[in-house]
T-cell receptor, first 118, second 111 residues
Framework: GAVVSQHPSRVICKSGTSVKIECRSL??????MFWYRQFPKKSLMLMAT?????????EQGVEKDKFLINHASLTLSTLTVTSAHPEDSSFYIC??????????????FGPGTRLTVT | DQQVKQNSPSLSVQEGRISILNCDYT??????FLWYKKYPAEGPTFLIS?????DKNEDGRFTVFLNKSAKHLSLHIVPSQPGDSAVYFC??????????FGRGTQLTVWP
């Protein structure tokens, strides 16, 4: 149980275009979803937290107009990178938290999406 | 400001021996602690967790120890296996809040 999927796993796009990444909780209802970005040799950087049906809360320094997050249902959240630039190239990972084993604290991570902007 | 620190970027252990990964945190409000394992180009995988009301939690070869007074937790893997080679992240958080991650420790288990 507690499986989280992400799609696509890899995407290459041209500078100036937008890219949408989907995150789905497959076997549980995710009350909260998180979006992270991982830089080489660094920890996971939390970008934003989203609760189903409400606006995402962005971490300091993350542009909300550039990284659009929608948490439309208890099993789906999307991250759209708008007007992508090469510096947006990174590994984006989502995680979901919900009542899976009677414990709501654990976050389960998706497999990640490698974005390359050319 | 790094609230969660893993001071050893790497650890090398022989197969069959114990691996001990350490983590320190600064926020006394944290009441839930987790360890994740991560392979390159994959998302982290949940390993084991512990709440602040306990000082030890065991799951198979993995044991997490929590020392609240020292704000320190550790992950013990025994016996270590080559398949355990990965980056291990420590994560700390408070009730239903966000998690704060350390920078990870690369564990290499050699035959």
């Amino acid at each position: 149980g507690a499986v989280v999927s992400q799609h696509p796993s890899r995407v290459i796009c041209k500078s100036g275009t937008s890219v949408k990444i989907e995150c789905r909780s497959l076997d549980f209802q995710a009350t909260t979803m998180f979006w992270y970005r991982q830089f080489p040799k660094k920890s996971l950087m939390l970008m934003a937290t989203s609760n189903e049906g409400s606006k995402a809360t962005y971490e300091q320094g993350v542009e909300k107009d550039k990284f659009l997050i929608n948490h439309a249902s208890l099993t789906l959240s999307t991250l759209t990178v708008t007007s992508a630039h090469p510096e947006d190239s990174s590994f984006y990972i989502c995680s979901a938290r919900g009542y899976t084993t009677g414990n709501s604290y654990e976050q389960y991570f998706g497999p990640g999406t490698r974005l390359t902007v050319t | 400001d790094q609230q969660v620190k893993q001071n050893s970027p790497s650890l090398s252990v022989q197969e069959g021996r114990i691996s001990i990964l350490n983590c320190d945190y600064t926020n006394s409000m944290f009441d839930y602690f987790l360890w994740y394992k991560k392979y390159p180009a994959e998302g982290p995988t949940f390993l084991i967790s512990i709440s602040s009301i306990k000082d030890k939690n065991e799951d198979g070869r993995f044991t997490v120890f929590l020392n609240k007074s020292a704000k320190h937790l550790s992950l013990h893997i025994v016996p270590s296996q080559p398949g355990d080679s990965a980056v291990y992240f420590c994560a700390c958080g408070s009730t239903l809040g966000r998690l704060y991650f350390g920078r990870g420790t690369q564990l290499t288990v050699w035959p």
